[in-house]
């Protein structure tokens, strides 16, 4: 190693953040209904050091130029250009390294973790304070081209440590009363949320009364299931996940391979299942009501199909 690459690159920080599951109220939120996201323990690390020329970025999709970044990472490029702008350092030389336990489109918010991160990073390595609303302006540029128009209940979440209530870009933290044991498992197969979000578009712009009923029962089952959380009511939240995965079905953003393992998790004593996120593929949940049901349902899961799965829980 160089002197100089020696001594630059004992200069480094880190940004971090972390994925997030949609427990309800995915795609209804995007015409402005509420919905409730929860932390979930998957992280994203940053890491920014200083090299000797341009802006290189490494990660496990792709390691070169932040200019000859792949047209499916264009949104990270803009992001990490307008930071570096707006810390009037455009020229310096870096390299920002992603490191994600975070699998990429399966409805776990990978994308507004690794700008939360990136753009955190990038703050701290320069040393200047970093509030939440100039946080989300930079992230939110980076999933508007990962998801056309979003909602921004990724980016919320990715920078929440507890469960939120999202309607609109208001955030409210929610507590939590009981504990709450959720299995996630991968269908194996990769969703497109920018996709299944223009469907639903489609599907709601041809039949105003479908979608007007459609947006009522889901904002019915986000406040039954906020009020659920509060009072500790699991078999109630259970049920209400329920609804809400029939719901999906109803717009046509569940498959096969998802309802199939939404049913073995409730035939294996699941209080409740759905798929969460996009859909299309990507990921379900299931909620148990204790750890040793969790794993148990984990491993039915497994054989039942699931690439992989995760236990966890949310302590009061
Ligand atoms: O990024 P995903 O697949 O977890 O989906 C985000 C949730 C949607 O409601 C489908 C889209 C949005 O912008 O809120």
């Known amino acids: 190693m160089w002197l100089e690459d020696f001594l630059a690159s004992k200069r480094n920080t880190s940004g971090f953040s972390h994925s997030k599951i949609i427990l309800t109220g995915e795609h209804a939120v995007v015409y402005g209904n509420p919905a409730i996201a929860l932390p979930f323990p998957l992280k994203v690390e940053a890491v920014i050091e200083e090299v000797t020329s341009g802006i290189i970025v490494e990660s496990t999709f792709y390691t070169g130029p932040l200019e000859q970044i792949p047209t499916k ?7 990490i250009q307008q930071v570096l702008i707006a810390l009037k350092r455009p020229c310096d030389k870096l390299k920002i390294t992603i490191h ?33 609303k100039t946080l989300s302006a930079f992230v939110h540029t980076a999933e508007v081209y990962a998801h056309g128009s979003p909602s921004g209940i990724d980016m919320a979440t990715a920078m929440s440590d507890t469960p939120i209530w999202f309607q ?21 197969r990769i969703g497109n949320t920018q996709k299944s979000v223009s469907r639903v578009r489609a599907l709601y712009s041809n039949d105003e009364v479908l979608k007007a009923d459609s947006l009522r029962r ?36 569940s498959e096969d391979g998802l309802n199939h393992l939404v049913n073995t998790a409730r035939s294996a004593g699941a209080l409740g299942a759905k798929l969460t996120g996009g859909g299309d593929g990507g990921c379900m949940l299931a909620l148990t009501d204790s750890k040793e049901k969790m794993e148990e349902i984990s491993s039915t899961l497994t054989s039942a199909g699931a690439q992989q799965t995760w236990c966890f829980t949310i302590e009061p």
């Open 218 to 253: 889901m904002k019915v089952i986000a406040f039954a299931a906020k009020s659920a959380m509060a009072k500790g009511d699991i078999q109630k939240l259970g049920k209400l996940l329920n609804e809400n995965h029939s719901e999906l079905i109803q717009i046509g953003v």
């Open 100 to 132: 994600s336990q975070i699998p990429i489109g399966k409805g776990l918010g990978s994308s507004a973790a690794i700008a939360v991160a990136i753009v955190r990073g990038l703050f701290s390595f320069f040393e200047t304070k970093l509030d939440d």
């Open 168 to 188: 609109n870009g208001d955030i409210v933290r929610l507590e939590v009363t009981s504990p709450l044991h959720f299995v996630i498992a991968d269908s194996g």
């Open 73 to 79: 990472l264009e949104g990270i490029r803009a992001c």
